[in-house]
């Protein structure tokens, strides 16, 4: 077996030095303090960047949350974010430092149609009991500890709907994520009056159907590749955004959570597909991959690149097992992967990480839908003494910040910038200023103060190319 590890590491070490392949890895908020901080994210993007990793799944919705400021949250759930950020925006800072190094940046859904998980209650169905996932038995739907929206409900869809799309037009990410729970209902959901009625009209019917009625199951399922049809369209008019899926594998997570990945794939429903070989020992993970390959890789298809499983609880991949995962990811002309989670990977002094730059990722790559047109580095310009600075840039859309590169809070009047006169507030010193539409090549001039007047000197003045300029 070491002989076996030893010759594909050798091998994915000469194929990683091609141009484009996937080193992704998800960012959560429980066992992660990443998201903590401007500080704590700035760190954790310096360390993906010098490691050779090129993409994050940072979570936006988890535990009835947000972790972005979010007017569709707030008015569903009461909460315009998760109180643990206050008046920060997570997603913003995590953009910014990742775009500056980069790094693609994926939001990622983690919560889906859970409503809750039994250890954390939240406000949703508190808010609205009508939103619950029934059973067979007419009770709330209970699976793996997690208690379920009913995904089927309109009210419902929306919701998640609206979630992704204001995500795509508030924020510069590059994609949007679902995962083993969107779309997605544990598979004994369905018995609720609405969606009984449905599938009498369906199948003509007026019993309540078994839960092992095959057509019942598909039937359901199809709801649920139908409803990801209709966001993937509505994610479309985003322009240049990626719509990714990690779902369980298949055809455990059919059975179990009506997610048809390969039905998905088949209809190209999503742009890439992550099934979460989650296994705790290296053939059990590649006999996983290779049925995952079989099922769920297309030519021409999205593109495939597993889930690997790095950290859960108390456990931690060994060294051996990870580089194993990898070369057998390269073995089977995976398009890479995504780690879960990046705490695994920095446990003792970032050993598994180091041991992947030594390894596969001993050459920087680019992600795959970067290839044609790569991100440009960011432009830079300091504030002088009167806090003013200058910048040109080239043709096509942008952002433009300020950063004092301090964990301060200042409110600030900004002059200039293609907004006339605007008033922001720098949140740990940074601030997105304006969006740049599409247009000829430019100088930008700004000046800016805090309210008080004072120069705001010494801060930066940043343009970042935005996903749309990169189509």
């Given at each position: 077996m070491r002989t076996i590890l030893a010759s594909l590491v050798v091998g994915i070490s000469a194929l990683s030095a091609r141009a484009q392949e996937l080193r992704g890895v998800w960012i959560p908020n429980t066992g992660s303090a990443v998201l903590e901080s401007r500080a704590a994210i700035a760190e954790a993007m310096e360390a993906c960047r010098a490691h050779g990793l090129n993409a994050v799944y940072p979570v936006m919705w988890s535990?009835?949350?947000?972790?972005?400021?979010?007017?569709?949250?707030?008015?569903?759930?009461?909460?315009?974010?998760?109180?643990?950020?206050?008046?920060?925006?997570?997603?913003?800072?995590?953009?910014?430092?990742?775009?500056?190094?980069g790094i693609e940046v994926v939001a990622w859904?983690?919560?889906?149609?859970?409503?809750?998980?039994?250890?954390?209650?939240?406000?949703?169905?508190?808010?609205?009991?009508?939103?619950?996932?029934?059973?067979?038995?007419?009770?709330?739907?209970v699976k793996n500890d997690f208690t379920w929206a009913n995904a089927f409900d309109p009210e419902v869809q929306r919701f998640l709907a609206d979630l992704a799309l204001e995500v795509a037009r508030e924020h510069d990410v590059d994609g949007v994520q679902g995962d083993d729970r969107l779309p997605a209902v544990a598979s004994t959901a369905g018995y609720d009056k609405a969606t009984l009625k449905a599938w009498a009209r369906h199948s003509?019917?007026?019993?309540?159907?078994?839960?092992?009625?095959?057509?019942?199951?598909?039937?359901?399922?199809?709801?649920?590749?139908?409803?990801?049809?209709?966001?993937?369209?509505?994610?479309?008019?985003?322009?240049?955004?990626?719509?990714?899926?990690?779902?369980?594998?298949?055809p455990w997570g059919l059975d179990e959570y009506l997610q048809d990945a390969k039905g998905w794939v088949d209809r190209g429903l999503v742009d890439a597909i992550h099934p979460q070989v989650y296994r705790h020992d290296l053939a059990a993970y590649t006999r996983t991959l290779k049925e995952q390959v079989r099922e769920l890789r297309r030519e021409g298809g999205p593109l495939f690149a597993p889930?690997?499983?790095?950290?859960?609880?108390?456990?931690?991949?060994?060294?051996?097992?990870?580089?194993?995962?990898?070369?057998?990811?390269?073995?089977?002309?995976?398009?890479?992967?995504?780690?879960?989670?990046?705490?695994?990977?920095?446990?003792?002094?970032?050993?598994?990480?180091?041991?992947?730059?030594?390894?596969?990722?001993?050459?920087?790559?680019?992600?795959?839908?970067?290839?044609?047109?790569?991100?440009?580095?960011?432009?830079?310009?300091?504030?002088?003494?009167?806090?003013?600075?200058?910048?040109?840039?080239?043709?096509?859309?942008?952002?433009?910040?300020?950063?004092?590169?301090?964990g301060a809070t200042v409110d600030v009047v900004v002059e200039g910038a293609g907004e006339g006169r605007v008033e922001v507030r720098l949140v740990e010193g940074l601030a997105r200023i304006a969006r740049a539409g599409r247009g000829?090549?430019?100088?930008?001039?700004?000046?800016?103060?805090?309210?008080?007047?004072?120069p705001l000197a010494g801060a930066k003045f940043v343009w970042l190319a935005s996903r749309s300029a990169l189509r």
């Open positions: 535990k009835g949350a947000t972790c972005y400021p979010s007017k569709v949250a707030e008015g569903v759930v009461g909460a315009r974010i998760d109180p643990r950020y206050g008046e920060r925006d997570p997603l913003a800072q995590l953009v910014y430092e990742a775009h500056r190094r859904l983690e919560y889906g149609f859970a409503a809750e998980h039994a250890k954390r209650p939240t406000s949703v169905l508190k808010r609205h009991p009508g939103w619950a996932a029934i059973g067979p038995d007419g009770k709330r739907v003509g019917e007026t019993k309540k159907p078994a839960l092992d009625d095959e057509r019942w199951k598909a039937w359901r399922a199809g709801l649920l590749s139908d409803w990801m049809a209709s966001l993937r369209d509505e994610l479309r008019a985003a322009e240049g955004l990626q719509w990714s899926s990690s779902p369980s594998c298949y889930g690997v499983l790095v950290k859960a609880g108390s456990y931690v991949v060994e060294r051996e097992h990870l580089l194993g995962a990898v070369a057998a990811n390269r073995a089977l002309g995976c398009a890479g992967e995504i780690h879960f989670f990046l705490e695994g990977l920095r446990e003792q002094d970032d050993h598994l990480m180091r041991a992947l730059r030594a390894g596969p990722y001993a050459k920087d790559a680019l992600a795959p839908w970067r290839v044609a047109k790569p991100r440009p580095a960011p432009l830079e310009a300091q504030l002088d003494a009167e806090g003013r600075a200058a910048l040109a840039t080239p043709v096509g859309a942008g952002e433009l910040w300020l950063d004092l590169e301090s000829e090549a430019r100088t930008w001039t700004v000046r800016a103060t805090t309210r008080g007047g004072k």
